[in-house]
């Protein structure tokens, strides 16, 4: 269905979502719905902590890599106060080297050393004697700067190595949580850059990292595909009678596009609680939540094709992005 005739048209978009297992609302509506119970160390890190650039270009590294490998993070980033802002870089370069792991190994057990590497290296940081690989040593500075918690950057290691097999998740609650522990964790640990420490914020960050991660597997959909992978939430797809083989082939029956419009409408609903903390949220913090813009960009234009996860318009970066969350930055919302 192409996107300038989207199915659904005008009406606002509700705080709640449909129930699963329901039918997609009538055109312009998400409608109300009951609440669901959320790419990196390569050979490249192993090349640079061996003979690689060093301290003094490990900022650059950091930067390129997001540019690179995290480009929407990277704009969000840039839009730090400018004492956050190289923290932030190294977070989230941290983050990427983590993400690629899965993808980059061809096996399960050189991914688990990848990650045993990156857990000897946080032990290592917080014993003030970093490796000489770049993310690690910007990554010692912040943790130095910022007083870092130790516990978040644990949890993002460890919830993906638990994520290493290559298993669709068993429901939205297996989803969520995964992107609890990883994206959230990446949002207190940013909150921290900026020295907030504030329960609505956190309240906020904690629904933004779910968003983020229900978006992030949606998005990640059509490239799994061809790898012959399918991780979207089991318990949705059996409801809705969608197999693996459904997406693998590209189906785009009404059936496949109800599976999508479930999981997007969760995201949404996330989306809408971390919005309702706005005024209970320290203006400071705001920075943060940038990535907002990013998801909720995509879910209208999800929404705009019928919930066509292959459409290509999806795919299709947006060139006005940067100027978005500038707009956003500047009238200070999320």
Same mark, same amino acid.
């Given at each position: ?122 032990? =290592? +940081?917080? !014993?003030?004697?970093?490796? $000489?690989?770049?993310? &690690?040593?910007?990554?010692? %500075?912040? #943790? ?117 419009? =479930? +999981?997007? !409408?969760?995201?949404?609903? $996330?989306?809408?609680? &971390?919005?309702?903390?706005? %005024?209970? #949220? ?53």
């Amino acid at each position: 269905m192409a996107a300038s005739t989207p199915r659904w048209a005008s009406r606002p978009l509700p705080l709640r979502v449909c129930g699963l297992g329901r039918r997609r609302p009538s055109p312009g509506s998400w409608a109300r719905a009951r609440q669901l119970p959320e790419p990196a160390g390569s050979g490249r890190s192993l090349a640079v902590a061996s003979g690689g650039p060093g301290a003094a270009g490990a900022d650059r590294y950091c930067v390129e890599l997001l540019r690179k490998r995290d480009y929407e993070g990277y704009l969000c980033s840039l839009l730090l106060p400018a004492e956050s802002r190289s923290s932030a870089f190294a977070l989230r370069a941290f983050n990427v080297e983590l993400a690629q792991v899965k993808d980059m190994v061809s096996e399960k057990t050189i991914g688990l050393m990848r990650m045993q590497f990156w857990k000897k290296t946080v032990d =290592d +940081i917080y !014993s003030d004697n970093p490796p $000489h690989q770049p993310v &690690a040593i910007e990554l010692w %500075k912040a #943790v130095k700067r910022h007083n870092l918690t130790k516990r978040w950057l644990m949890k993002i290691i460890d919830e993906r190595e638990n994520n290493l097999d290559d298993k669709a998740y068993r429901n939205i609650q297996e989803l969520e949580n995964y992107a609890e522990n990883t994206q959230s964790s990446l949002l207190y640990l940013t909150l921290e850059i900026l020295g907030i420490k504030d329960l609505h914020a956190d309240h906020a960050a904690s629904h933004i990292g779910k968003a983020q991660g229900i978006v992030t597997c949606l998005r990640a959909t059509p490239y799994h595909g061809t790898r012959r992978r399918v991780f979207l939430p089991m318990d949705i797809c059996m409801l809705h009678g969608v197999s693996q083989e459904d997406f693998l082939r590209k189906n785009q029956d009404k059936n496949v596009r109800d599976v999508i419009y =479930d +999981i997007a !409408s969760q995201a949404h609903v $996330h989306l809408k609680h &971390a919005r309702s903390f706005h %005024k209970s #949220v320290p203006v400071k913090a705001f920075p943060a939540f940038l990535q907002t813009v990013v998801l909720e960009d995509y879910l209208k234009k999800i929404q705009q094709v019928d919930f066509n996860i292959f459409h290509p318009s999806l795919q299709q970066k947006n060139p006005l992005l940067p100027l978005s969350l500038y707009i956003q930055s500047w009238r200070k919302r999320y």
